[in-house]
């Protein structure tokens, strides 16, 4: 039986790591905080995939990042997806080589597609993951590009179906308005996008606890269930909520 | 042990690398050397990515030939992970129809259903068969991570594992010398990782 995931988030910008809360963010602490305080090494044992994004507002150093993919992913055994600030493909290449297995893209989705197919085209659909960022505007939810700074004028359908037609391996969809709020996700409008694709859908913004996990991740076409909120799931947070979701059914792999 | 991971060019080879290393073995090369492959004891296969720019890559590196002496004739253990395990097979229809290292009697093709969500992407449970020295010590329905979106099937016995998608595909196979796997044991955790130790130790 195919598994679902259970996917821990890093935001990175400008050499820390951010708590985001509605996209602003709020500097935790540096790789040294990040390994006294998760001990990747060891707490990636109750993951299925690490995702690490550079949000670092306007330019960013796409070398400077992927040394730090490079030092993160020593002795993790999951998938490790990377984005953040890829704008060609010789970027996408240096993630690569620098242990990521997928790559992450938002904005060039949206104003450089021929990259999405470039990299589609050299490393396989499953290699890039599509990074979607919406917020809920008078009851519509909006795609938002650019670190969630500018509305695109096309609606969160058609969008979707421009990802699929591209052929996107993988969709992280990520309301702005529920980041870092540890209330909850946007169940209401996940349950209604989850079904329009037909690609793993993985769901972002929101969980606080266990059972935010387990809620997103019992709805059908949920794939996964991604929490990149430090504060909540400090020291042994994450092991315990895989222990948690499995003890109530959840479908996620287990590891002897 | 001096093991050799064939580098044409494709893929993650970071990940498969700091794998072994942790599991202790530090004699390992990246190549495409045919004096160098020759000098291995065991070859891995790696590879992500486009079947038919996979081959042509190992073409214009004049590899096919090498790796067939080595296995066939010489019966060098190799181990193909992901693309890798699909180029030992006959053939694939990724990209048109491309002929692959035929080290094993399986062939390449999208998966039958058209309900399914592709590519097939996270951890699913394989049902290895009795005897496998791939999965000698793991649980009997341990659960690997998958990537692709073309599928190998094969009409003879291969030593094949199981894994069902929509229909039951080949997760692995295992005959004498030559090994592969479709999902990444480099990114499956323990089970992986005791999968890569049975493959160094048993083969």
């Given at each position: 039986?195919?598994?679902?995931?259970?996917?821990?988030?890093?935001?990175?910008?400008?050499?820390?790591?951010?708590?985001?809360?509605?996209?602003?963010?709020?500097?935790?602490?540096d790789?040294?905080?990040?390994?006294?305080?998760?001990?990747?090494?060891?707490?990636?044992?109750?993951?299925?995939?690490?995702?690490?994004i550079?949000?670092?507002?306007?330019?960013?150093?796409?070398?400077?990042?992927s040394?730090?993919?490079?030092?993160?992913?020593?002795?993790?055994f999951?998938?490790?997806?990377?984005?953040?600030?890829?704008?060609?493909?010789?970027?996408?290449e240096l993630?690569?080589?620098?242990?990521?297995?997928?790559?992450?893209?938002?904005?060039?989705?949206?104003?450089?597609?021929?990259?999405?197919?470039?990299i589609?085209?050299?490393?396989?659909?499953?290699?890039l993951?599509?990074?979607?960022?919406?917020?809920?505007?008078?009851?519509?939810?909006?795609?938002?590009?650019?670190?969630?700074?500018?509305?695109?004028?096309?609606?969160?359908?058609?969008?979707?179906?421009?990802?699929?037609?591209?052929?996107?391996?993988?969709?992280?969809?990520?309301?702005?308005?529920?980041?870092?709020?540890?209330?909850?996700?946007?169940?209401?409008?996940?349950?209604?996008?989850?079904?329009?694709?037909?690609?793993?859908?993985?769901?972002?913004?929101?969980?606080?606890?266990?059972?935010?996990?387990?809620?997103?991740?019992s709805?059908?076409?949920?794939?996964?269930?991604?929490?990149?909120?430090?504060?909540?799931?400090?020291?042994?947070g994450?092991?315990n909520?895989?222990?948690f979701?499995?003890?109530?059914?959840?479908?996620?792999?287990?590891?002897? | 042990?001096?093991?050799?991971?064939?580098?044409?060019?494709?893929?993650?080879?970071?990940?498969?690398?700091?794998?072994?290393?942790?599991?202790?073995?530090?004699?390992?090369?990246?190549?495409?050397?045919?004096?160098?492959?020759?000098?291995?004891?065991?070859?891995?296969l790696?590879?992500?990515?486009?079947?038919?720019?996979?081959?042509?890559?190992?073409?214009?590196?004049?590899?096919?030939?090498?790796?067939?002496k080595?296995?066939?004739?010489?019966e060098?253990?190799?181990?193909?992970?992901?693309?890798?395990?699909?180029?030992?097979?006959?053939?694939?229809?990724?990209?048109?129809?491309?002929?692959?290292?035929?080290?094993?009697?399986?062939?390449?093709?999208?998966?039958?259903?058209?309900?399914?969500?592709?590519?097939?992407?996270?951890?699913?449970?394989?049902?290895?068969?009795?005897?496998?020295?791939?999965?000698?010590?793991?649980?009997?329905?341990?659960?690997y991570?998958?990537?692709h979106?073309?599928?190998?099937?094969?009409?003879?016995?291969?030593?094949?594992?199981?894994?069902?998608?929509?229909?039951?595909?080949?997760?692995?196979?295992?005959?004498?010398?030559?090994?592969?796997?479709?999902?990444?044991?480099?990114l499956?955790?323990?089970?992986?990782l005791?999968?890569?130790?049975?493959?160094?130790?048993?083969?």
């Amino acid at each position: 039986m195919l598994r679902k995931r259970l996917i821990f988030g890093l935001i990175y910008n400008n050499g820390g790591f951010m708590q985001s809360r509605n996209f602003r963010l709020q500097r935790v602490g540096d790789i040294n905080w990040l390994e006294k305080n998760y001990k990747f090494q060891k707490i990636s044992f109750s993951l299925d995939e690490l995702l690490v994004i550079d949000a670092t507002k306007g330019t960013k150093d796409i070398e400077k990042f992927s040394s730090l993919v490079s030092r993160l992913v020593e002795d993790v055994f999951i998938p490790v997806a990377a984005g953040g600030g890829i704008r060609k493909i010789e970027d996408a290449e240096l993630l690569f080589n620098s242990g990521a297995d997928k790559v992450v893209l938002n904005s060039p989705l949206y104003n450089d597609p021929e990259l999405a197919t470039e990299i589609i085209n050299r490393f396989g659909s499953q290699s890039l993951v599509a990074s979607v960022d919406y917020k809920v505007i008078d009851g519509i939810p909006v795609v938002h590009i650019n670190d969630g700074t500018t509305a695109i004028p096309i609606s969160l359908e058609d969008y979707l179906q421009h990802l699929e037609q591209l052929e996107v391996g993988e969709i992280i969809f990520n309301s702005i308005d529920k980041d870092g709020t540890g209330f909850g996700y946007d169940i209401d409008n996940i349950e209604k996008y989850a079904k329009a694709v037909n690609m793993p859908f993985i769901i972002m913004g929101g969980a606080g606890n266990e059972h935010h996990l387990s809620s997103g991740l019992s709805i059908d076409e949920v794939s996964g269930v991604a929490t990149a909120n430090l504060f909540n799931f400090i020291g042994n947070g994450l092991p315990n909520a895989r222990s948690f979701m499995l003890e109530h059914g959840a479908n996620l792999a287990r590891w002897e | 042990m001096k093991l050799v991971i064939v580098d044409y060019g494709m893929g993650n080879l970071k990940s498969v690398t700091s794998a072994i290393r942790y599991l202790g073995y530090n004699d390992i090369l990246l190549s495409n050397d045919f004096s160098v492959l020759k000098g291995a004891d065991k070859l891995i296969l790696p590879g992500v990515g486009n079947y038919a720019m996979a081959m042509n890559r190992i073409n214009e590196l004049d590899l096919a030939s090498c790796i067939r002496k080595l296995v066939l004739d010489e019966e060098k253990p190799i181990l193909g992970i992901c693309l890798g395990m699909q180029l030992m097979g006959h053939s694939s229809t990724e990209s048109g129809f491309n002929l692959g290292l035929g080290l094993i009697d399986g062939v390449v093709e999208e998966f039958a259903s058209k309900d399914l969500k592709i590519p097939h992407v996270g951890y699913n449970q394989v049902k290895p068969h009795a005897g496998s020295r791939l999965y000698s010590g793991i649980h009997p329905e341990p659960d690997y991570y998958f990537t692709h979106s073309f599928r190998m099937c094969s009409n003879s016995d291969i030593g094949q594992t199981a894994c069902y998608y929509g229909e039951e595909f080949v997760a692995s196979f295992e005959i004498n010398n030559i090994a592969g796997v479709q999902f990444h044991p480099e990114l499956s955790q323990t089970n992986g990782l005791q999968l890569l130790k049975n493959f160094l130790e048993l083969f």
